[in-house]
């Protein structure tokens, strides 16, 4: 039964002997550094990158739901990308707009 599973996966059209395997599993990387970058502090954190992170997992998103082989390692390292990015923009905005400057909290 294994053995039939894992000669299913192998020979897969999206499997670990084509690109399509190879090119989202290295993706996981960049997914996995911007998580390790929600220890940053918010006043690092970019917004054109972000932006662009965000963005690209959720148009690459849409985009592997509909090529054909489907890809379910390519959906989610895209929307991973999405949500880690949604994430740092979202501390940077709250950080930037809705925190309480030093000066402002002396004041009161």
């Not at 592997?64 to 999405?82: D, F, Q, R």
């Amino acid at each position: 039964m294994a053995g039939s599973k894992l000669q299913a996966f192998w020979n897969h059209p999206a499997g670990p002997k084509t690109i399509h395997f190879w090119a989202p599993t290295f993706k996981w990387g960049i997914s996995l550094a911007n998580a390790a970058d929600f220890s940053k502090p918010p006043e690092q954190i970019s917004y054109p990158h972000q932006s662009v992170v965000a963005c690209s997992g959720l148009i690459w998103t849409r985009y592997s739901t509909v090529i054909i082989p489907k890809n379910w390692n390519l959906v989610g390292v895209n929307l991973t990308m999405a949500g880690t990015g949604l994430y740092q923009l979202t501390r940077k905005i709250r950080h930037d707009y809705f925190s309480k400057t030093e000066a402002e909290e002396a004041k009161e």
